[in-house]
Nanobody
Framework: QVQLVESGGGLVQAGGSLRLSCTAS????????MGWFRQAPGKERECAAA????????YYADSVKGRFTISRDDAKNTVYLQMNSLKPEDTAVYYC?????????????????????WGQGTQVTVSS
């Protein structure tokens, strides 16, 4: 099992930026594919961005393409989500997730059921 702790959420005006961080401890981080999910009130949890364990493949939801960037620093056991040009519809709780089983070199996974471990979430609120 890996423990995940998110940070960096907060309140920002539309058009602003935030960088979320997720630091892992426990199991070897570099073997994990990672994802950032978000869940707004009354909506299903959706994958905003994902990155393969190799870092060579990424996925972005259409709604965040060109604005969000996922990256990982295995030396720091940390995955980041840089969020620019934020919109009110980006308001949600953002969760970091790790997948350790059945991971392929280029696998960037978008289904929350594919992930093994989750952080507690961090609130992002974008005001108009």
């Amino acid at each position: 099992q890996v423990q995940l702790v998110e940070s960096g959420g907060g309140l920002v005006q539309a058009g602003g930026s935030l960088r979320l961080s997720c630091t892992a401890s426990g199991r070897t981080f570099s073997n994990n594919a990672m994802g950032w999910f978000r869940q707004a009130p009354g909506k299903e949890r959706e994958c905003a961005a994902a990155i393969s364990w190799s870092g060579g493949n990424t996925y972005y939801a259409d709604s965040v393409k060109g604005r969000f960037t996922i990256s990982r620093d295995d030396a720091k056991n940390t995955v980041y989500l840089q969020m620019n040009s934020l919109k009110p519809e980006d308001t949600a709780v953002y969760y970091c997730a790790a997948k350790s089983r059945g991971v392929t070199f280029y696998g960037a996974y978008t289904n929350p059921r594919q992930y093994d471990d989750w952080g507690q979430g961090t609130q992002v609120t974008v005001s108009s």
